[in-house]
């Protein structure tokens, strides 16, 4: 079994910061690419962020490029996500995931594992 569980959402007025974490838990938890989705109330679900199961290699949706880092730490593990610069179109429930990645992936169904999600809402 694999656990993940989101914290760190809240409310943040643009230009503020935030960051989340992926608490990862059950059998192996070190062994999987992780990424986090995000999505907004009518939009689909998008790909944010992605890191290897190292942690030594991330990707990024375009939109997010520059003002987010993933990172982890497998001695904890934890995944995180640092929000930076926010944006009111940054508004949105974000779900950590995880699956038998060889390679980071934004296609959702990669994963096979998700979180609860956390609620970031960022005002103007």
């Known amino acids: 079994q694999v656990r993940l569980v989101e914290s760190g959402g809240g409310l943040v007025q643009a230009g503020g910061s935030l960051r989340l974490s992926c608490a990862v838990s059950?059998?192996?938890?070190?062994?999987?690419?992780m990424g986090w989705f995000r999505q907004a109330p009518g939009k689909e679900r998008e790909f944010v962020a992605g890191?290897?199961?190292?942690?030594?290699?991330?990707d990024y949706a375009d939109s997010v490029k520059g003002r987010f880092t993933i990172s982890r730490d497998n001695t904890k593990n934890t995944v995180y996500l640092q929000m930076n610069s926010l944006k009111p179109e940054d508004t949105a429930v974000y779900y950590c995931a995880a699956g038998n990645l060889l390679i980071i992936s934004p296609v959702s169904h990669r994963y096979d594992y998700w979180g609860q999600g956390t609620q970031v809402t960022v005002s103007s």
């Open positions: 059950g059998d192996s938890p070190s062994n999987y690419g």
């Open positions: 890191i290897s199961v190292y942690g030594r290699h991330a």
